[in-house]
């Protein structure tokens, strides 16, 4: 990342058919990004909390659980019939 002056408007006057314009320009120092980090800007923006992973590990986490728990109840109904 570079510090770099970038030129903003602070002040926007309406003409008289009805657009805008800048009134004042003023030049700012501001961080310059690449494009090649788009990715990472979208991490620090968000935090790094993405709901489509965490929906996809939670429901993977509670299949994993119920395949575990239906599993165990079928090995101990078998074992309670091997021991009649």
Not at 12 to 17: E, F, G, K, L, R
Not at 54 to 59: A, H, S
Request: with cysteine.
């Amino acid at each position: 990342m570079a510090v770099e002056f970038i030129q903003v408007c602070r002040s926007w006057v309406t003409h008289q058919d009805g657009s805008l314009g800048c009134n004042t320009f003023e030049w700012v120092q501001g961080y310059v990004l690449p494009p090649e980090v788009s990715g990472h800007l979208d991490l620090l923006v968000q935090g790094g909390f993405s709901a489509d992973l965490f929906k996809i590990g939670f429901l993977g986490t509670l299949s994993l659980f119920a395949t575990g728990f239906g599993i165990g109840l079928i090995v101990a109904q078998l074992r309670k019939l091997k021991n009649r």
